[in-house]
């Protein structure tokens, strides 16, 4: 009767070391899943912000002595109705910019998130800049706050567009 008692205890003993190792592997896969989304997500996060931050930079940093390569840099991180508009008015720009001689230095201060998800995102962004012209030879500072609307495509974050806000 001894010999059953141990052969019981064993056993339970058994399916609980059992229940006690599949609970932990199940714990360490829920940990991990979610940890692996958490960075997943900060990782969309920081790439949202950089390609914001990129954009602005783009935006408001243009010379007219290399207007086409200034623009060719903006257009290369644009799209939709955002990279037609500003690419009908390339034109137009580049010569309005010859003409006063501008030449705008863009500096990012500060960026949020308003909203994202996997495909889009909108992005408020303060930048200032000095514009000097010849109608402003020593440069004059603007500050600029724009909302920077991305969306998500072949794996890169481009401006789908942008607006002056307040």
Same mark, same amino acid.
């Given at each position: 009767?001894?010999a059953?008692?141990?052969?019981?205890?064993?056993?339970?003993?058994?399916?609980g @070391?059992?229940?006690?190792?599949?609970?932990t592997?199940?714990?360490?896969?829920? @940990?991990g899943? $979610? @940890?692996? $989304?958490?960075?997943?997500a900060?990782q969309r996060?920081?790439?949202?912000?950089?390609?914001?931050?990129?954009?602005? @930079?783009?935006?408001?940093s243009?010379?007219?002595?290399?207007?086409?390569?200034?623009s060719?840099?903006?257009?290369?991180?644009?799209?939709g109705?955002? *990279? *037609?508009?500003?690419?009908a008015?390339?034109e137009q720009?580049?010569?309005? =910019?010859?003409?006063?001689?501008? =030449?705008?230095?863009?500096q990012?201060?500060?960026? $949020?998130?308003v909203?994202?998800d996997?495909r889009?995102?909108?992005?408020?962004v303060?930048?200032?800049s000095k514009?000097s012209? !010849?109608?402003?030879?020593? $440069?004059?500072?603007?500050?600029?706050?724009?909302?920077?609307?991305?969306?998500?495509r072949?794996?890169?974050?481009? !401006?789908?567009?942008?607006?002056?806000?307040g």
């Amino acid at each position: 009767m001894a010999a059953r008692r141990t052969d019981g205890m064993t056993r339970a003993l058994a399916a609980g @070391l059992v229940l006690a190792i599949a609970l932990t592997t199940a714990a360490a896969i829920w @940990l991990g899943v $979610g @940890l692996a $989304g958490q960075r997943a997500a900060e990782q969309r996060r920081q790439d949202v912000l950089a390609a914001a931050r990129q954009s602005a @930079l783009n935006f408001t940093s243009l010379d007219y002595r290399h207007y086409d390569r200034d623009s060719a840099t903006v257009l290369k991180s644009a799209t939709g109705e955002f *990279k *037609k508009q500003f690419s009908a008015q390339s034109e137009q720009l580049t010569k309005l =910019v010859a003409e006063n001689r501008s =030449v705008s230095e863009g500096q990012v201060l500060d960026a $949020g998130i308003v909203r994202s998800d996997a495909r889009s995102a909108r992005v408020l962004v303060v930048a200032d800049s000095k514009v000097s012209n !010849t109608a402003a030879p020593e $440069g004059q500072a603007r500050t600029y706050r724009l909302q920077i609307d991305l969306v998500h495509r072949d794996g890169r974050w481009l !401006t789908s567009d942008v607006e002056f806000v307040g």
